[in-house]
């Protein structure tokens, strides 16, 4: 079974940057896309960006292109979020979770969340 560990949120103001780490504590990916979710205080989980299993295809929200990137290094078994330029409205408690992808988007393989890694953009 994958087990996923954020890490890398923190308190930034707007214009800002934080680099956010998903890393599989069990050694394997198992071969699984993987993705990148949040949730702001009242609304639903969203997706914001994915990359398959090997490294391609990185999609992401309208809201975020052109400020965030997503890689990934397989040799660790690590997944990375940069996040430049950040604004308010991405205060969010970030997941990463093993993904599907389907009608132009990455979704969850499974309803199986960690505690996430808290992002606050604020002056």
């Known amino acids: 079974q994958v087990q996923l560990v954020e890490s890398g949120g923190g308190l930034v103001q707007p214009g800002g940057s934080l680099r956010l780490s998903c890393a599989d504590a069990?050694?394997?990916?198992?071969?699984?896309?993987i993705a990148w979710f949040r949730q702001a205080p009242g609304k639903e989980r969203e997706f914001v960006a994915g990359?398959?299993?090997?490294?391609?295809?990185?999609i992401y929200i309208d809201s975020v292109k052109g400020r965030f990137t997503i890689s990934r290094d397989s040799a660790k078994n690590t997944v990375f979020l940069q996040m430049n330029s950040l604004k308010p409205e991405d205060t969010a408690v970030y997941y990463c979770?093993?993904?599907?992808?389907?009608?132009?988007?990455?979704?969850?393989?499974?309803?199986?969340w960690g505690v996430g890694t808290q992002v606050t953009v604020s002056s």
């Open positions: 979770n093993a993904a599907s992808y389907w009608g132009g988007t990455y979704r969850p393989f499974t309803d199986l």
């Open positions: 069990g050694g394997t990916w198992n071969n699984y896309a």
């Open positions: 990359i398959s299993w090997s490294g391609t295809n990185p």
